[in-house]
């Protein structure tokens, strides 16, 4: 069991600099935290501060230029093992829910039926079940985020990064969004990074926060979030977790 | 009932169009040798000198071959530009300049190189058409949303799976309103192939109406050639409609 010793993410001064047209952004510098196994990790931070650019690095999608970063244990293979959800749901509008869920396990090749079976079960997880027929257009917002949520796990990736998939929907459904990702979470066993600028989110979902900073971007704070599980939204009136959500304001530079 | 509901409005503007040429021709007193009435029209049908199911195919196979190679040639060539940008480079800004064009002007120079009969009027209408499909599905190719390629490429998406799951699809309803676009010009190319040089077709049998002033007859082709587009056109939406979801069509 040496594997389970070491952190399923670690990074160590990761940077990322963009050059365009020969002038420079620093959208990353210095992140350094570690993630165990099965976590619950929420980068937030206002807009710029290069959370998604971090977590475009963590897909392997954006080299890094500085800084050591290393992904999952011995057999990690980060051309499946990951999987993704953005801000907008990015459905294909010609294809039927349950084929949407399918894309990823349809390029990586996987047995058809094993994957239609899976699709259809995290379907339901997300609570769309009966929905697999329709076609994209035919969902409210909120349920094309959750066939993207369910499309990012169909090919039961380990690590699953989240780009603000509820930043487009509205109070209500963004919060019982937050207890169905922690539902799913809780269920999968998944190391799971969510991107957000939301703070309540952030601590509400998290076992641990990084708060990045922009101006010059950096990482100012990283902590675990001591709240008991399973939790339900009342917890968000709790001291402990206004303290905790004060701590990140803090950090922000919000009083 | 609902689609007869939604249909009628536009069926009683045909109708009614109908009913002004009627009306105009008898008691509105538009003479006969500028324009006959609808049964004098219909009647130009029984003249013997004329085969109108001879020139009614040959037109219809001028127009829907030429058609059928303008969207083989022109998805083709856009499928070619997304796959060597290179060669969408150079060639792009190309064929916006040869659009320019006016395509008509061409058909008797088409004809000094290809000669009488189908193959100049098939060319002509090929060329005529070919530009709104290329463009068209070039543009509906290219336009793929950035952060859906990173999606797939988390997963390691080949260029091929890319190509066929996500781009050739997403570019359909832009081939389809190119295709739309180009069946109407199709049938233009087709007639002003007949006019400038051929033994058969509508476009032929107007022009040797004209001759002899027979405007029945040279009513009945136009309606004949409109029948012919209507045909093309429709066959278009009809695939449309089968293979493209109802909210991704471009109107
Ligand atoms: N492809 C790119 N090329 C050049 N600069 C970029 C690129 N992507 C992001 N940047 C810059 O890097 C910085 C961080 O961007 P990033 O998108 O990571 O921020 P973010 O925290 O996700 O913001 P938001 O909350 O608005 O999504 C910004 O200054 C942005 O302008
Ligand atoms: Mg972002």
């Known amino acids: ?255 | 009932m609902g689609a007869l509901r939604r249909h009628a409005p536009a069926v009683l503007a045909h109708l009614a169009v109908l009913a002004l040429w009627a009306w105009a021709t008898s008691w509105g007193g538009v003479p006969r040798f500028i324009l006959p009435g609808p049964l004098e029209t219909i009647r130009a049908l029984g003249a013997p000198q004329i085969d109108w199911w001879r020139h009614v195919l040959i037109t219809a196979a001028e127009a829907f071959g030429g058609f059928a190679l303008a969207v083989g040639i022109g998805v083709m060539l856009a499928v070619l530009f997304t796959w060597f940008a290179p060669l969408r480079r150079a060639l792009m800004p190309l064929l916006v300049t040869l659009n320019l064009i006016p395509k008509v002007a061409l058909a008797p120079l088409f004809i000094v190189w290809l000669g009488y009969g189908l193959v100049p009027n098939i060319a002509i209408t090929f060329v005529i058409a070919f530009f709104p499909i290329v463009i068209t599905t070039a543009r509906g190719l290219a336009e793929v949303e950035p952060e859906l390629l990173d999606l797939v490429r988390t997963v390691r998406a080949t260029r091929w799976q890319v190509f066929r799951k996500i781009q050739l699809p997403s570019s359909l309803p832009y081939l389809f309103s190119g295709m739309r676009v180009a069946a109407v010009l199709a049938i233009a190319g087709t007639i002003v192939g007949e006019f400038v040089g051929s033994e058969a077709g509508l476009g032929f049998v107007i022009m040797s109406a004209q001759g002899t002033l027979d405007t029945p007859v040279m009513v009945m082709s136009l309606i004949l050639v409109t029948l012919v587009g209507v045909t093309l056109y429709g066959l278009v939406v009809a695939l449309e409609r089968l293979v493209v979801t109802e909210d991704a069509r471009l109107r």
Not at chain 1, 50 to 60: F, N, Q, V, Y
Not at chain 1, 72 to 96: S, Y
Request: with cysteine; proline share 5%; charged share 25%.
């Open chain 1, 1 to 255: 069991m040496r594997a389970s010793a070491e952190p399923f993410l670690s990074l160590r001064g990761v940077s990322k600099t963009y050059r365009t047209g020969g002038r420079e952004t620093v959208a990353v510098s210095d992140a350094s935290f570690d993630l165990g196994d099965g976590e619950f990790l929420a980068l937030v931070g206002p807009s710029g501060c290069g959370k998604s650019t971090l977590l475009k690095i963590l897909a392997g999608l954006h080299p890094h230029d500085g800084g050591e970063l290393r992904i999952g244990h011995a057999g990690f293979d980060p051309g499946r093992d990951i999987g993704v959800a953005f801000q907008a749901p990015l459905l294909l509008k010609w294809r039927r829910v349950l084929d949407n869920v399918m894309l990823p396990a349809e390029i990586l090749g996987l047995p058809t039926k094993a994957a239609r079976e899976r699709a259809r079960d995290l379907l339901a997880l997300v609570g769309l079940e009966g929905n697999e027929d329709k076609y994209p257009y035919e969902l409210s917002g909120g349920m094309q985020q959750r066939v993207s949520l369910a499309r990012a796990l169909v090919h039961d990736p380990k690590l699953v990064l989240l780009d603000e998939p509820f930043g487009a929907l509205d109070a209500l459904t963004r919060e019982r969004m937050n207890l169905e990702i922690r539902r799913i979470w809780a269920s999968s066993g998944k190391t799971v990074v969510l991107v957000t600028h939301g703070v309540q989110e952030a601590v509400f979902c998290a076992t641990q926060v990084a708060v990045l900073t922009a101006g010059p971007a950096r990482m100012a704070d990283h902590f675990a979030v001591d709240l008991p599980e399973p939790r339900e939204l009342a917890i968000r009136n709790t001291p402990e977790f206004g303290a905790l959500a004060r701590r990140v304001y803090d950090r922000l530079g919000i009083a």
